[in-house]
């Protein structure tokens, strides 16, 4: 099988679409967010896509009801058809599911956040969530694609993400045969860190994913800890140069696919009028030399240290004072939890203090902008000097490809050693270690001296890089893992 149409069950906690209402009270679908959901779209016109997500809005959850818990048909901007197949979990078994146990738990864990000494404990009300939480929805996703693949048997199911470790194993039981991928979209940790959880639960985590024909990761760092992890952990036959872990009498695959964008659909953003807009009007008070972030507000991100970088370069560039300005553009995120709540509040108080120190007339050093705004972003994208990335740690990090590919001024990526990026765009960026804020303030100071020849061939580069492998090649390298999967039991 090659480049045919093929029968797809996608399952992912954000659906493509989230419905909701318009002024006029008619039903109105807005496009999911999210990088994955992004650069998972594409797959709907090219196959007979049916889409497992979570509802997620009260319109959402009578989408469900009309549609009797079944899937509805629904038709992506380009047109092609697709089936969406939403899942109304209990309201508090998603609660616990999402913001007790993906996110913070897994999340932190997979980004080494937690400190150690105090955080986290694993006590009763963690456990009761993960029973009765987490378990709970992966049991009702799988039952949605064991009703699915009731319907379509040969139809090969991708799991997506930390979301749902433990669908692929539940599916596995009911269904020995059927073909199943899981790609994770954020880092794998090295197995000793894993000894957070306690042993059930990370056995759960590493057995849950090892029922998968295929296991997909954004970098060979991701990769190699999960070999070690499956391998410590669960028990499984780890063989590190074919790539594969065996457990419970199955092989999996174990494969490196780094995600990508569409450029075409960045180029056409670029030329917008909304973007447009935003670009002039941020063209009229920008400064001379513009460091941008782009960042939801998490943890990970590293926004707190990235502040105290700059306020490093503002101490020993008294020169560029008036002259330089860091823009940082962040997408409010999770503030139903608590450690992400408070994360805004240190970096309002971050900025705040740099900006006390150093702001004159006509110039704040840090503007801050804390808003869902992303064609705004795009407009930033091809207005900045530096691109400045320093995450703690990051599955990929997009904006490093994205705002590249639309920069108008020979823009300067720094960008940080642990993010997934690194592995492919590393040689043309300014490498920062995420917790050396000298370092950082040096990379800035650097970037913003460098020849102009010089930051025109790193831009190039990493620009033919994203161009040459972008969202399609994504897809098609994991349909072809398929294959071989398919080729190897068939
Ligand atoms: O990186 C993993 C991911 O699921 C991305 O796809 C997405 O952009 C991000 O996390 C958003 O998370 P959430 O769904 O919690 O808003």
Redesign the pocket.
């Known amino acids: 099988m090659g480049a045919g149409r093929r029968k797809l069950i996608v399952v992912s ?2 659906g493509p679409v989230t419905f909701g209402r318009d002024e006029g009270g008619e039903r109105v679908a807005r496009r999911g ?4 959901v992004t650069a998972l779209r594409s797959l709907v016109s090219h196959h007979d896509v049916t889409w497992i997500a979570s509802a997620m809005s009260g319109e959402d959850r009578t989408v469900v009801e009309q549609a009797g818990g079944g899937a509805v048909e629904e038709t992506a901007r380009d047109g092609s058809r697709f089936r969406l197949r939403l899942v109304a979990h209990d309201e508090t078994a998603y609660d616990w599911f999402y913001n007790v146990v993906s ?1 913070p738990m897994l999340w932190f864990l997979q980004h080494y956040l937690w400190e150690l000494a105090y955080t986290p404990s694993i006590d009763v009300a963690l456990k009761h969530a993960w029973d009765e939480g987490y378990v709970r929805v992966n049991e009702s996703f799988a039952e949605a694609v064991l009703e699915e693949l009731e319907l379509e048997p040969d139809a090969a199911v991708f799991f997506h ?1 930390y979301h749902l470790y433990l669908a692929p194993k539940l599916v596995r039981e009911r269904a020995p045969d059927a073909l199943l991928a899981h790609f994770v ?2 880092p794998w940790p090295q197995p000793d860190y894993w000894h957070v959880l306690p042993d059930p639960i990370r056995r759960a985590v590493h057995e849950g994913v090892l029922a998968s024909d295929v296991i997909g990761f954004h970098t060979h760092r991701w990769r190699l800890n999960f070999l070690r992890a499956a391998s410590d952990l669960a028990g499984a036959d780890a063989d590190f140069a074919a790539s594969t872990a065996s457990w419970g009498g199955r092989r999996s695959l174990v494969t490196v696919h780094p995600i990508s964008v569409d450029p075409a659909e960045f180029d056409e953003l670029a030329g917008s009028e909304r973007v447009l807009a935003a670009e002039r009007e941020l063209a009229s008070r920008r400064p001379e030399k513009l460091v941008l972030r782009v960042d ?1 507000t998490d943890p990970s991100k590293n926004i707190v240290r990235g502040f105290r970088a700059f306020e490093l370069y503002l101490d020993a560039h008294v020169e560029m004072h008036g002259r330089v300005g860091m823009l940082a553009l962040l997408d409010p ?2 503030q139903d939890i608590p450690e992400y709540s408070e994360y805004v509040g240190a970096v309002q108080r971050e900025a705040r203090r740099v900006n006390d120190r150093f702001q004159q007339d006509g110039w704040t050093p840090i503007e801050l902008v804390i808003e869902d705004d992303f064609l705004g972003s795009v407009a930033a994208y091809k207005q900045f000097d530096v691109l400045f990335v320093n995450a703690i740690f990051d ?1 990929m990090n997009l904006i490093s490809k994205e705002a590249p590919l639309l920069n108008e001024r020979d823009g300067v990526l720094v960008l940080s050693e642990n993010a997934g990026a690194h592995e492919e765009l590393g040689d043309w960026a300014l490498t920062v270690n995420p917790f050396d804020v000298a370092g950082q303030a040096e990379a800035i100071h650097r970037a913003l001296t460098m020849p102009a020849g010089e930051r025109r061939e790193r831009l190039e580069a990493i620009r033919s890089h994203v161009r040459e492998h972008d969202v399609a090649g994504w897809i098609e390298a994991q349909l072809a893992d398929l294959d071989r999967v398919s080729a190897r039991v068939g």
Do not use: K, V, Y
């Not at 967010?33 to 994955?36: D, F």
């Open positions: 906690n954000r967010g999210g990088g994955l996110n993400d979209h954020i939801r995120s999770r599955g």
